[in-house]
């Protein structure tokens, strides 16, 4: 009962932030772009399969440090759609907009959005499967736990070269003995700084606190499955915080399936991730948690 009261809050609180968006009508084949709540930042589309039934979905988040990027910005892999899955991308509001957790409200309104209304769009929204790269990781990550939370468990996770806890980015870099890429997470004009609103380097436990690996420290419920990729020479991102999201799914769930590797010569993102195995090992991955 507590699973269905928990439910019940969470879409009925969505509804009540849609109340002013326009109905949409879907079309198909092709492209449908949907707003999903009231902020012109607030959009996703929808890339639909042939033909006419309702078609799981693959939602991804883009990267971009939370400061920049575009849902355009995602490839939308012709594999997925001949496949018979649908591809949605989402905006959410970067952190120049609003600070965190505006990104994972919106994120899990988008979600939420086409579980709500996916008869009414040719979508099966049981069928999910959550999907980032870069910071686009850390959204999926972090929407997949609040699915879970609320007894809506999506059917896998794809984690992809995605920080997962801020508080470590400058200490796990060094670790590695990795020139860094970029100036250090905790100065207070770094992306995470902004995101969060204060100096990582100056909250440190704050910055932990709002990581997905905080989050499942205090779970105990079933895991969806998840696939993690990160590459072994990523000098923005180190890979000690792929190996961390893979031990704390573990410690949170021990029976659920874990798909994890390291890329072996690959930086924050590029073709590695887009080509050879990876690609091959992504649309297994996905099209077997969607069945």
């Known amino acids: 009962m507590p699973g ?14 849609l109340g002013g968006v326009a109905l949409w009508r879907w079309q198909k084949p092709g492209a449908t772009e949907l707003v999903y709540d009231s902020d012109p930042a607030q959009v ?3 890339q639909y399969p042939r033909g006419r039934a309702a078609a799981p979905v693959l939602v991804i988040f883009h990267g971009g440090d939370f400061a920049t990027g575009d849902k355009a910005d995602i490839e939308v892999w012709p594999e997925w759609l001949d496949a018979g899955i649908a591809v949605v991308r989402v905006n959410t509001r970067l952190s120049g907009q609003a600070p ?10 988008a979600v939420v959005h086409l579980q709500r ?10 069928r999910m499967v959550l999907m980032g790269q870069g910071a686009g990781a850390y959204l999926a990550v972090t929407t997949a736990l609040s699915l879970v939370e609320v007894g809506l468990v999506p059917k896998g996770v794809v984690s992809l070269y995605g920080p997962m806890d801020f508080s470590t980015l400058d200490a796990d870099v060094k ?17 995470e700084s902004r995101l969060l609103g204060f100096a990582v380097g100056a909250k440190r436990d704050a910055a932990r606190a709002a990581s997905p690996l905080a989050r499942l420290e205090r779970m105990a419920e079933p895991l969806p499955p998840i696939l993690i990729r990160h590459g072994d020479a990523d000098a ?24 994890y590797k390291l890329v072996p010569g ?14 091959s090992d992504l649309l297994a991955f996905v099209q077997q948690a969607l069945g």
Request: no cysteine; charged share 25%; hydrophobic share 50%.
């Open 266 to 279: 690959a930086g924050h993102g590029g073709a590695a991730f887009e080509t050879g195995e990876v690609r």
């Open 100 to 109: 965190w957790p505006a990104q994972a409200d919106d994120a899990l309104a």
């Open 175 to 191: 670790t590695l003995g990795r020139t860094p890429a970029r100036g250090p997470a905790d100065d207070p004009a770094s992306p």
């Open 44 to 46: 996703l589309d929808i």
């Open 236 to 259: 923005m991102v180190a890979d000690l915080q792929a190996k961390r999201l893979r031990e704390a799914w573990i410690a949170a769930d021990p029976k659920a399936v874990i798909d």
């Open 117 to 126: 209304s996916g008869a009414d769009i040719g979508l099966d929204p049981a």
């Open 4 to 17: 269905l009261i928990r439910r019940s809050l969470l879409i009925g609180g969505a509804a009540a932030a």
